[in-house]
């Protein structure tokens, strides 16, 4: 976090990037693409049955997670 960065009053996560993302002075689009993106990362790994927070994640899922797009959703690199 950049200094002068105002603390995140919020405990759950999406109010979170929605905190920061305002913070930043995103427009209201970007801020629901950024929450799209992140409820569709959680649920792409809990896919299982088995949820777990990002704080609990690493670059091992955040890999898996861009590989998936890039191959399977042809999404560009």
Known sequence: MKPGTPALQSVRLLDQV????????????????????VRFFIRWHGRGGQ???????GAAEVEAFLSMLATERKVSA
């Open 51 to 57: 949820m777990k927070h990002p704080r609990a994640m």
């Open 18 to 37: 929605r905190e920061r993302v305002r913070c930043l002075h995103y427009s209201l689009s970007t801020e629901k693409v950024y929450l799209y993106w």
